[in-house]
């Protein structure tokens, strides 16, 4: 089982682009997280998708968004790029929404230019 | 709101020699208290949770509800100890974790 799978690995971006990336969860897996990582800090709660449906959402602005697909796999897309939005973006999976321990994918480094 | 505080950033110590990690929390809900890793070039991974209450790689960890804490213990550190400790924080029925900012841990031959 090849685990959580996240693309791209790199992304360079540009100031007001928008950013579509990527996640496959572990097979059987039907919940996943997102978390944005900034240099320095700790992962930070963005989203929650579990059965295609939003089930958390932490202190983002409504630039991100994020959706599941039938087959469990996600998208995180985030509008208008500012700056700060330059970040590792993280992508977890478990098989229920609840707290089961997650498993983590090797993230997507985003830069803002 | 969910907190946690991990208060030193950079943890230098000799092979052999006790490590603690220390974690803080602070929620009024039911938390759930884990310790991810990150292994240089590897991805973030669970050690341990503590309702398992079981030793992985020789670290143990005790929540302490009246201090708030969960502090991460080994009595010898070892080389491949060497890594980024995160505390982390969620709540009974669901995936919503609050990490701390993490420990750098260097283990001295």
């Known amino acids: 089982d090849a685990g959580v799978t996240q693309s791209p690995t790199h992304l360079i971006k540009t100031r007001g682009q928008h950013v579509t990336l990527r996640c496959s969860p572990i097979?059987?897996?039907?919940?996943v997280s997102w978390y944005q990582q900034v240099l320095g800090q700790g992962p930070q709660f963005i989203f929650q998708?579990?059965?295609?449906?939003?089930?958390g959402r932490g202190n983002f602005p409504d630039r991100f968004s994020a959706r599941q697909f039938p087959n469990y796999s996600s998208e995180l897309n985030v509008n208008a790029l500012l700056l700060g939005d330059s970040a590792l973006y993280l992508c977890?999976?478990?098989?229920?929404?609840?707290?089961?321990?997650?498993?983590f994918g090797d993230g997507t480094r985003l830069s803002i230019l | 709101a969910q907190r946690v505080t991990q208060p030193e950033k950079l943890l230098s110590v000799f092979k052999g020699a006790p490590v603690e990690l220390k974690c803080n929390y602070s929620?009024?809900?039911?938390?759930?208290l884990f310790w991810y890793v990150q292994y240089s070039r590897q991805r973030l991974q669970l050690l341990l949770r503590?309702?398992s209450r079981e030793s992985i790689k020789g670290f143990t960890a005790d929540l302490n509800k009246g201090e708030t804490s969960f502090h991460l213990k080994k009595p010898f550190a070892q080389e491949e100890d060497s890594a980024m400790y995160y505390c982390?924080?969620?709540?009974?029925?669901?995936?919503?974790?609050?990490f701390g900012k993490g420990n750098q841990v260097v283990v001295i031959p």
């Open positions: 929620y009024s809900g039911s938390p759930e």
């Open positions: 998708y579990y059965e295609k449906e939003e089930r």
């Open positions: 977890a999976s478990s098989p229920q929404p609840d707290n089961q321990p997650q498993h």
């Open positions: 097979s059987g897996h039907k919940s």
């Open positions: 503590h309702i």
């Open positions: 982390a924080l969620g709540d009974y029925g669901n995936n919503r974790l609050a």
